[in-house]
């Protein structure tokens, strides 16, 4: 055992798992451990950093802003902050961002959202949050009660109350709950991630969208791990057509800085007032620096490459010796092997390509420039990997 992953094991807390490797740096889809192993790092720190390692025009706006002020708080006007807003609402037709710094945190605040509308036009007692069986929206107390998987919740009882869950893809259901409760919102994932990178049905997302329109309840879509061109569109709603009340987000956004967005619509853009949401660190110049440089770059260009090579990793897999079936959309793939998923990643590992795992798939979020080259010689090893 290295002296690193000595003193790692002595002193962090034991909530994770870690692969025996010490990453030390890289440069776009590449990374190097400590012993100068090269890998293709087709995870990006679960869908964080989205141009890539250290990519040049992140890392000059980083670094500019780092020179200029590195943090303020939310008592003064910082540019940053006041850009990125500016940026998302116009690329996305929202009206005002709330800044935080995870998705979990976005997600709380999505929540607080939903229940002060609901309470303020319906009554306190509207306060019932719907989500889906096998979802994932975050660690906190109450991100876990969202959190539609019961092996979360076991150990941290009692959880936030007022958090309910229904089967994903089954609108019936999910009106009938709807009915029974005095609902203030509903909460999806367009794309579970954590769950399995399994797409909702296209009519279930409509019918929702649709049903919470006219019932004046919030819908909420929890764009954490699909957001920011990650599935082929700048968010993942825009696939299925539909007008979110609200929009988490995080990960993706900050291009490796922590950072987390809610983006509210016009009707609930103003439910918070002075004093009912803060956070200390949220809109932080160096972070906001960081994801105006990612949201900038984001265009229908990359988008088209994205939906490319999406296609081309469809095209690849599906059929491939030992692969059971692909799943997904853009840059967000599931891939069903016949060998159980931790067994491919740990296999791929040792052949230089860095994979997540989701449930029992194994999965994708290369970066969004990832070069086609390093792209096909990455999906060629997985390939070999499931055949063998
Ligand atoms: C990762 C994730 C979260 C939690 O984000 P953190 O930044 O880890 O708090 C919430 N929702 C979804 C869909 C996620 O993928």
């Known amino acids: 055992m290295s ?22 740096h890289g440069k776009g889809s590449e990374v190097f451990d400590t012993d100068g192993k ?7 720190g679960i869908g964080v950093t989205a141009f890539g390692i250290s990519d040049d025009e992140w890392k000059n706006a980083v670094v500019e802003q780092l020179s200029k002020v590195q943090h303020m708080s939310n008592l003064y006007y910082t540019e940053p902050c006041a ?21 979990a945190e976005a997600n709380e605040c999505a929540i607080k959202v939903a229940r002060k509308y609901a309470a303020d036009k319906k009554g306190s007692d509207y306060y019932t949050i719907i989500t889906l069986e096998n979802s994932f929206h975050g660690r906190t107390l109450t991100t876990l009660a969202a959190t539609g998987q019961e092996h979360y919740h076991e150990l941290f009882q ?9 089967p994903a893809n089954d609108f019936e259901a999910l009106k009938k709950t709807a009915k029974q409760h005095k609902t ?3 909460m999806i994932e367009c794309i579970q991630g954590e769950g399995g990178v399994i797409p909702l049905d296209a009519d ?17 879509v929890d764009e954490v791990q699909t957001g920011n061109g990650r599935t082929g569109e700048l968010y993942a709603y825009m696939n299925y057509g539909i007008k979110p009340d609200v929009v988490s987000t995080a990960k993706g956004l900050g291009g490796g800085l922590p950072i987390g967005a809610v983006l509210l619509s016009a009707k609930v853009q103003n439910v918070l007032g002075f004093g009912d949401h803060g956070s200390t660190f949220g809109g932080n110049p160096v972070s906001s620096a960081g994801a105006v440089s990612i949201l900038e770059r984001i265009d229908d260009k990359l988008l088209e490459e994205v939906k490319a090579k999406s296609k081309y990793i469809f095209d690849s897999l599906i059929g491939a010796e030992g692969v059971e079936s692909v799943s997904g959309m853009g840059l967000m793939i599931g891939i069903k092997t016949k060998k159980p998923a931790g067994g491919v990643v740990k296999a791929c590992m040792e052949k230089g390509v860095l994979c997540l795992t989701a449930k029992d798939k194994v999965r994708l979020l290369p970066s969004l420039n990832i070069p086609q080259n390093i792209l096909e010689e990455a999906i060629n090893i997985i390939k070999s990997v499931c055949a063998e």
């Open 83 to 103: 850009r990125l807003a500016k940026l998302i609402c116009e690329k996305t037709g929202m009206s005002k961002v709330f800044f935080g710094n995870s998705g």
């Open 38 to 44: 090269r890998y293709i790092d087709m995870g990006t």
């Open 184 to 186: 203030a919102a509903i």
């Open 3 to 24: 002296n690193i992953t000595a003193i790692d094991k002595e002193y962090v807390a034991n909530t994770y798992n870690r692969f025996p490797i010490e990453i030390s």
């Open 158 to 166: 009692p959880l936030t109350p007022g958090f309910v869950h229904t």
């Open 204 to 220: 279930f997302v409509k019918k929702t969208a649709e049903y919470a329109n006219e019932n004046d309840i919030i819908l909420i």
